[in-house]
């Protein structure tokens, strides 16, 4: 009947996850790579006396091993939502560290705080592109490590004035990048908002609200391949309008439309989260049960059906009598998806034979 993709892959992803995971991934790797390479230029190029590279070492060794971390939980478990707290610890760890090696250097006899201070306003400018929640995060994650090292050097009787002078330009780079992460923050909500709307065009009709035919090729081979895993049932109803034509021609086309909308309304209100009800074309709809057998699909389409045909349908106050005949099918072994609506719609068009207004099995 139509060609469904077989991969089942699933287009509601949260795109905002996939975006987390793939800058966890790139900036755990990045700290992998730099911070060795830092360690190995202080010792053969700078001199950098021996306690002080211990020291440099213990301040970078954490930073490394959450990189380590983040790295290998995000290659083995990328579906998680891991990500998000990985890439805060290291957004804090980095900036922890650049602090500590700040402080460490203003310290030390033999110290260079100089270039220290030029890391933390590059570690900076990284967190505020690291950043998840916009400029109150790269405050937080600069203004508490400032804290801690203005404290600590202040208890161990540090010039404090010089302190400062070294931290003039780390405080402008603050500024600079919490405004850049507040509007890279925006545009990536206006982004995934944008997308999320896209995605939910894609696979709602328009007029009743139901999903659409191209929603339903997309899950139904999904949802036969989890139902055969799983040897739970699967059915699919198959409901059609009696006599839709007399509704248009004797009311006009506006409350057809009106009548279309209401029957959707009704059926969303007698279906479970998990089930998916399709506008499957004109006064056609398709429902897709997972986890229900051909008794209780049947019990499903005969729920719906009374809640049609007893209450008549109110538009532009008049009162609008419809009917919807049902036919329903249960997934068989041998079934592909292009069989098992075919007997659906074989049971609907015998529910019409016979009288209409009926579900038929």
């Known amino acids: 009947m139509f060609d469904v993709p077989h991969d089942g892959t699933d287009c509601a992803n949260d795109v905002s996850l996939l975006v987390t995971r793939a800058t966890t991934c790139a900036a755990a790797a990045l700290a992998m790579l730099v911070l060795p390479l830092y360690q190995l230029i202080e010792i053969f190029e700078h001199q950098t006396p021996s306690d002080l590279l211990w020291l440099h070492a213990a301040w970078r060794a954490p930073v490394f091993l959450v990189a380590l971390a983040s790295l290998l939980v995000c290659m083995l478990q990328p579906g998680s939502g891991a990500p998000k707290l990985l890439l805060r610890l290291i957004a804090a760890s980095v900036m922890i560290m650049m602090f500590g090696l700040?402080?460490?250097?203003?310290?030390?006899?033999?110290?260079?705080?100089?270039?220290?201070?030029?890391?933390?306003?590059?570690?900076?400018?990284?967190?505020?592109?690291?950043?998840?929640?916009?400029?109150?995060?790269?405050?937080?994650?600069?203004?508490?490590?400032?804290?801690?090292?203005?404290?600590?050097?202040?208890?161990?009787?540090?010039?404090?004035?010089?302190?400062?002078?070294q931290l003039v330009d780390p405080v402008m780079m603050l500024v600079i990048a919490m405004i850049a992460s507040e509007l890279f923050y925006r545009i990536r909500g206006q982004q995934f908002a944008l997308q999320r709307q896209l995605r939910q065009l894609?696979?709602?009709?328009?007029?009743?609200?139901?999903?659409?035919?191209?929603?339903?090729?997309?899950?139904?081979?999904?949802?036969?391949?989890?139902?055969?895993?799983?040897?739970?049932?699967?059915?699919?109803?198959?409901?059609?309008?009696?006599?839709?034509?007399?509704?248009?021609?004797?009311?006009?086309?506006?409350?057809?439309?009106?009548?279309?909308r209401a029957v959707g309304v009704r059926m969303r209100r007698n279906l479970r989260s998990e089930d998916l009800a399709v506008r499957w074309g004109g006064e056609e709809f398709l429902l897709l049960l997972p986890d229900t057998d051909r008794?209780?699909?049947?019990?499903?389409?005969?729920?719906?059906?009374?809640?049609?045909?007893?209450?008549?349908?109110?538009?532009?106050?008049?009162?609008?009598?419809?009917?919807?005949?049902?036919?329903?099918?249960?997934?068989?072994?041998?079934d592909q998806v292009a069989d098992l609506i075919r007997r659906a719609d074989d049971a609907m068009y015998r529910a019409k034979a016979q009288g209409r207004d009926r579900v038929c099995a």
Not at 215 to 235: C, G, K, V
Not at 299 to 327: L, W, Y
Request: proline share 4%; glycine share 10%.
């Open 102 to 165: 700040f402080t460490t250097n203003m310290l030390h006899a033999q110290g260079n705080p100089e270039p220290m201070a030029r890391g933390i306003i590059m570690a900076t400018f990284a967190v505020s592109l690291l950043s998840l929640r916009g400029g109150w995060e790269v405050l937080l994650h600069f203004a508490l490590p400032l804290a801690g090292s203005l404290a600590w050097l202040a208890f161990r009787g540090a010039d404090l004035l010089e302190t400062t002078t």
């Open 202 to 260: 894609a696979s709602t009709d328009a007029l009743t609200g139901l999903h659409n035919r191209r929603d339903l090729e997309r899950r139904i081979a999904a949802e036969m391949s989890r139902s055969r895993r799983h040897a739970q049932p699967l059915s699919v109803v198959i409901g059609d309008l009696d006599h839709f034509k007399r509704v248009n021609d004797e009311y006009g086309h506006g409350v057809g439309d009106d009548v279309l």
């Open 295 to 334: 008794d209780g699909a049947v019990d499903v389409a005969e729920k719906i059906r009374r809640t049609i045909s007893e209450h008549p349908i109110g538009c532009n106050g008049q009162e609008v009598p419809v009917t919807i005949s049902f036919g329903v099918a249960e997934l068989t072994d041998s």
